[in-house]
């Protein structure tokens, strides 16, 4: 399978914006776009005026590593949005995506990044209604209980989650004392804090 072994910065500078993959300094000075805003490569300051095709496509790609998925993934929840009878394409497809688990243990603020928190979900630490789910792409629906593992909760990275402020998206609920949280509704297109042009990506699947 294949998997980017490079800097996560690099991907934020590449894509023009914040994509939040290392955590905590990614809101610290540390972060590469507060030091080096410019595309990465040596002609990363003189590129030429983007077309609209290379639009479209830095779009995509930067949802995909926002959310850590390959194109073959990528292009499965588009197809499962396009296929839905109600809604807009662009926003049902960003629904699906907020719905993964290992998005949705990311927002509940559980994991620091979305890839620490599909490590989490793999590693079996997360259970769904009781039972324990250990496929990040899992999709979550209204109502589901999201729980750490009890045998997992005197772990240190879960003790210290009191201590931790997240600003909760409003269709999910997280209790730091128990240590569950609930959906209590759909994502909407509100809801995503990412700044996603879906348009785009839309337009680019449809040639």
């Known amino acids: 399978m294949a998997k980017y072994t490079g800097a996560d910065c690099r991907i934020c500078r590449r ?98 990044s979305r890839k620490e928190s599909r490590q989490i979900v793999n590693h079996g630490h997360i259970t769904v209604n009781g039972k324990t789910v250990d496929i990040p792409s899992y999709l979550v629906k209204v109502d589901d209980i999201i729980a750490i593992k009890e045998n997992k909760k005197e772990l240190p990275m879960f003790k210290d989650l009191k201590d931790v402020k997240v600003v909760m998206p409003k269709w999910l609920e997280f209790n730091t004392e128990k240590l569950t949280g609930k959906i209590n509704a759909m994502p909407q297109r509100d809801d995503i804090d990412l700044n996603i042009r879906e348009h785009l990506i839309v337009e680019l699947y449809s040639k």
């Open 15 to 112: 894509e023009g914006c914040k994509l939040f993959l290392k955590g905590e300094r990614c809101t610290s000075k540390k972060c590469a776009m507060e030091r080096k805003p410019n595309v990465p490569g040596v002609h990363g300051a003189t590129r030429k005026k983007a077309t609209e095709y290379s639009l479209q496509l830095r779009e995509k790609q930067k949802v995909k590593k926002a959310y850590g998925l390959l194109e073959k993934q990528f292009r499965t929840y588009y197809d499962m949005a396009n296929s839905q009878r109600t809604g807009l394409v662009g926003e049902n497809m960003l629904s699906l995506l907020e719905r993964r688990l290992d998005n949705v243990v990311y927002r509940m603020g559980i994991g620091a």
